[in-house]
């Protein structure tokens, strides 16, 4: 059966943009990096610095807001920008977050995102309770999900992006002087996106549960106290509408519909989309027709046996976890709760597997050949937020400690436990990133000049977490090395899970204060990288290399009918990045 809501009688109402709750009057500011340096002297809950880097990590997200700033702005160096977005269709489409290191406003991402946190405020919130960063958490997802209320004008009409990703590429520069040809782009029901409305649909839902307080039955957690049963229902909502839409008209990725799109975050299916909201859905109405509909959804697109990565395009290995968490929290809803450990289990102990092991210990960064290339640490920090959270419900205690350990090992090595010694958050500690390719961090306004102009980047991007090292571990800290420094709203999304998780759970503090000074520039690679932002000298140019990866690629998955698969390896989001 399909879910239908109501449609007729929900009116939508206007969104605010002022956050709720009450910020601190003395704004909490991150500290200088030399702080991460400060071994704690007590062994404490809360860790004070996993309490500074949970509010480093929210912090990037005020550095990345678009529109009017509020008088409550923290980051001084931040002005007005993009006030105009949506004129073009007579709306007013200003606000949101820009999505990476340029001036994008990019929906699919976005939403994955706030799914993400959303969903990670309601395991490990007490963690952004103890932390004092709940009306900062707050603030955060108004500002995201405003937007997105803004964005979504009418039942079946989203915005799912406002500038060319083209255009905004050929622009490095502040804030001040955007280019003002800022096109808004929409689904709607004559040019439908499945998995953008979907998408949507499932970050709105997932809001909706945190801001009434649905706990997921974790008897450690609860959700950070912002509830909302007035905001919760408004996002309700929107996300039933957006899942009427997604199963509206022809169902089709979404860069069908708006190939612009494409440019920056091409989806390659929209079943695990559908599966996702349907899931949240059904926890954040308590509706069972949506859950019925989580399991068609899984069962039509086969979403079991999946062994892909987790991220912004790609949300089956979520949906074995959330199925299992649903069928232990409310089993009047949900059941199975052994079949969905059993795939949830299959998946991580596929991952445990494909590390490579010395002497039997598991070491080095989690990669995904492809899908790690750029942004490594991504995949890894996904796995590991997702294995953090199952580990509480396992079905056995070894499993359980092999999850943590293993999301433990990824942590560190983010957090500075890696051949380079350097923590990946901008801000941490002084041997994290220097050069993170932002453009309105830098400083810079000479696109041909991004790495001189000027030395030294302007601006500390705290909280953001970098892309990440190259498969041997190497990080050249280059500012237009955009695989490697490149920030975005989606890579620190399983850092404030994860950093909510230990300040509420771990006494010990982050590995980066055990990093002596001058450790990352002692390790620090001479040369160049090689990768699509510095293409090396094999005789064939990058672009041919990636072709003879897909016929590669695609040999095999036809030869071992894992059709599909790798399509998640091939990521355009960044083949347009400088
Ligand atoms: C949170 O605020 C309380 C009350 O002001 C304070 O005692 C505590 O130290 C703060 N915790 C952190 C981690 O900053
Ligand atoms: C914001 O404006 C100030 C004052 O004009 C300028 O110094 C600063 O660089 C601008 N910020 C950005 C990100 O461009
Ligand atoms: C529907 O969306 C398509 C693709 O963005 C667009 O070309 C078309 O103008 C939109 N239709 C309406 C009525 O706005
Ligand atoms: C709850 O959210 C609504 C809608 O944003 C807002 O108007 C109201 O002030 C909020 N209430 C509290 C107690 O924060
Ligand atoms: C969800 O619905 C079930 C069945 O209608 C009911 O037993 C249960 O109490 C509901 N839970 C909540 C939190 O409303
Ligand atoms: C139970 O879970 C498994 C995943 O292990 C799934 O494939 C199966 O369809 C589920 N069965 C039902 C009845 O939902
Ligand atoms: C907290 O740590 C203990 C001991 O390692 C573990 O059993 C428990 O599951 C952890 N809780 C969370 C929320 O990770």
Redesign the pocket.
Known sequence: MIYRPFLSCIFLSIPSVIAQLSLPSTPWQPPDASAGSQASVQAIV?N?QW?TLLGNSLYFYEAQRSGHLPATKRVSWRNDSAVNDGADVNLDLSGGYYDAGDYIKATFPLTFTLMSICWGATDFGRGYD???QTEYLDDMLRWGLDWLMKAHPSSTTLYVQVADANLDNAYWGGDVNLPTDRPSYQINNTATGTDAAAGAAAAFAACSALYSSRSLGSSFSSPASLQNSTYAATLLAHAQQLYSFALSGPQQTYQTAVPEAGTAYASSSFGDELAIAALFLAWAGNSSDAYADAQRWYAQYGLAGSDAVFNWDSKTPGVHVLFSQLALAEPSLAGNLSGWQAESERYFDNILNSQETTKGIRRGLLWYPGDSDDASLNPALNAAMLMTRYAQIATTPAKKSAYLSFAQNQVDYVLGNNPMSAPYVVGSNPNSPSNPHSAMASGGNDIGQIDTSPPQEAYVLYGAVVGGPDKKDRFYNIRSDWPETEVALDYNAPMLTLAAMHVLNDTSDPYYTRLQAGAYEQSKPSGQPCDPAFPCHSGLSSGAKIAIGVVVGLVGAVLLGLAGYYAYQVRKRRQFRY
């Open positions: 809360p004070a309490a103890l932390a004092n």
